[in-house]
């Protein structure tokens, strides 16, 4: 049976070694608890540096047996190993890169070297245990290049990347000489997830940028599969912190430290040692909250926790150092022998002392420069089950964006800091009790078991979507049928949609002209009497009589509120009012003026405003805004908003290519039809066509059509094989 392995660099578990043998404690982290209901499973693993350096073959033998017993496959690092994937690296170059900080950002070959050996160590280690249709999930930044490693040998498995930390601009992503290997290393992926909204959005334009690939509403497809990108914020294990504060354990920590602060209230401040958290910055605001506001001296403390993180980086050791100096100076300057303005600790507290020192505090201080979500806020809100206490709270964390309740700061904007540390020092119970409530809720719904499972979720759904895609791919074998069926049939009906289908896009609307090889294979098509061409189209009349009007074939334009049977002439479904048009033509007019290359076309019953020309990105923005303009202004005219690929066209209501498609249905009374199209306005006619007509969808988003074809080379290849294939013109003659 197919099994899951759950990938990160360091293993959910600490192995200590000593005289009397080895001692593993399993990690009580948030994630190792979240993946837990998946590791320990079945045959299911994770792989990961288990976090010593052990040489001796025996050695290595033998903590791989103990930790197989825990479900767990450790991948042995050399020292050089660590000091240049990891130190170097991912914590010299990617670190500090992709938290906004380029002035400390390393860029040097010999660790980019080393990355990818020890990407691909990790790769050959996961071969030694997948199957083909395994499914991997792979864990953060240290190991964005295992994706495509191990697609390449494992084309069908299932394969997820979580990016723990935040991912940057690509004006920031681009500084790296590595961006193109890094950005095709996780597009090796199925399912790529942020903590948030704005680092899926970075990703998605850092993609486009770099390799070219537009995305489709978060979708690539990429060398044949789809892949999905999307955000899935992380959350905690709720129970764990809100129930664990009754515990007596915790309760005789609380009296321990109760007894030493007295009195004080108590801010709290919790980090790894990290100058992406802001600790410096938080002292520096405490110190000017004791100076602007004396009243507080005596009466308001800070507990400041430091727990040591990466201290063989030299910007660390360096951090360390100045964290030591500022607590120095502040308790210098106002300590006594009754208050210590700072209480520091530097070193990792056992949980029932970090529970302890959640519930006694009255504030939590959480003000990094930059985190992908940071996971101590959420810690503190559930902790505090008699909803007295207040967060406040950067808004350069990704949980910033969940805990809307929060005080939110600036954290580089000192004043507001310390407003915030005195308006959470004067807040009324009540005003706690609320916020506390409120973000307690979100808390509760996303927790970091939901996260898992929904992540899983995803990734099967992408995995069936991609299934469902192939399935439908329209083969050599099932288009010989279609062609064969064709060929017997004495009535058949072609219903082509233009752009997209037949033509492929422009920039300007108006280049897309049939080119000499599609007019042939129309000609071709539509001189065998017992053909019904029918080219159906979102365009309006003037051009398609223009350019292939001197072809024995239907017209469908504007989406269906014009028609033209073969020899006839044009003729509209029914009178449709128009006045809506001049209220609405304003709004577009200045859509066009702020969004440079976009244009208006005027349709005899629609407006279209086209954006393919815009800057990508910007195009997309702004069609988003005017289509929630469009339905609040629109709410009570009868007309449609239709999003098109890089379009979007408003119209009257009650026209649609389906009910067009179906009038040519009526009168030629066909006994083969076929459909096909590419935009989801094709949709109508593939959903109104009768079950026994083929319909086809060209591209890769999901479609009620039974059959996809890939592109409009594709399409036209087809027609070719169903105008050639047949004699009939002999056997009518
Ligand atoms: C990265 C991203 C993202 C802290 N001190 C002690 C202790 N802790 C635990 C906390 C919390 C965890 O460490 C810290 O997690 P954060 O999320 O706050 O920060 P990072 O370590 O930087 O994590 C971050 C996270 O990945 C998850 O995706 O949120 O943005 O940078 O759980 O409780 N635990 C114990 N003693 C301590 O002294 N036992």
Known sequence: MAKTIIISNRLPVKIHQDNHGLTLTPSAGGLATGLGSIYKQGNNLWVGWPGLFLHSEEDQKKVTAELRKESMVP??????????????????????LFHYYPQLTEYNTEDWEAYVEVNNIFCTEILKHAEPDDTIWVHDYQLLLLPEMLRKALPKASIGYFHHIPFPSYEIFRLLPWREPLVNGLLGADLIGFHTFDDMRHFLSTVSRTTGLDHEMG??????????????????????????????????????????????????????????????????????????????????????LVVPSRDTVTNYTHLKEELELLVGRINGKYGNLEWTPVHFFYRALPFNQLSALYSISDIALVTPLRDGMNLVCKEFVASKTDRKG???????????????????????????????????????????????????????RYTIHRWVEVFMERLRYTKESQANFRAKILGRRMQQEISDEFHTAQKR???????????????????????????????????????????????????????????????????????????????????????????????????????????IEHKDYSLVWHFRKSEHGLGEMRARELVSNLQYLTGNMDIQVLEGNKVIEIKNAGINKGRASMNFVDWIKPDFILAIGDDWTDEDTFKSLPDDAYT??????????????KSVDEVLHFLIKLTDMGNEKQSVA
């Open 75 to 96: 991948i042995f690092l050399h020292k050089e190993h660590i000091k240049k994937y990891y130190e170097g690296f991912s914590n010299s170059t990617l670190w500090p």
């Open 219 to 304: 979708h690539f497809k990429h060398q044949g599969r789809f892949i999905t990108v999307d955000a899935f914020p992380m959350g905690i294990d709720y129970e764990k912190y809100a129930s664990s504060v009754t515990t007596e354990a915790v309760q005789k920590e609380r009296k321990r430290f109760l007894s030493s602060t007295g009195n004080q209230r108590l801010i709290l401040s919790i980090d790894r040692l990290d100058y992406t958290k802001g600790i410096p910055e938080r002292i520096i605001a405490f110190d000017q909250l004791l100076t602007q506001f004396p009243e507080y001296r005596q009466k308001v403390s800070l507990i400041l």
């Open 390 to 444: 207040v967060l406040v709270l950067s808004e350069m964390a990704g949980a910033a964006k969940e805990l809307t309740e929060a005080l939110i700061i600036n954290p580089n904007d000192q004043e507001a800091l310390v407003q915030s540390m005195r308006q959470a020092l004067e807040m009324p119970l009540e005003e706690q009790a609320l916020r506390l409530g409120e973000m307690q809720k979100t808390l509760q």
């Open 493 to 599: 009906l072609l219903l082509l949609d233009y752009d997209g289908t037949l033509r492929s896009f422009t920039q300007r609307p108006t280049d897309a002209k049939p080119d000499a090889k599609l007019r042939e294979i129309l000609r071709e098509l539509a001189e065998n009497p017992l053909n019904h061409v029918v080219i159906i189209s979102g365009r309006d009349r003037r051009f398609l009589t223009k350019w292939l009007g001197d072809l024995n074939v239907g017209f469908v334009a504007e989406h269906g509120a014009w028609i033209k049977q073969e020899n006839q002439e044009w003729h509209t479904i029914a009178s449709m009012p128009q006045e809506w048009k001049q209220e609405i033509l304003p709004m577009l007019e200045y859509y066009v003026d702020r969004t440079p290359g976009s244009l």
């Open 696 to 709: 086809i969808k060209v591209g890769n988003a999901d479609s009620a059509a039974k059959f996809k074809l």
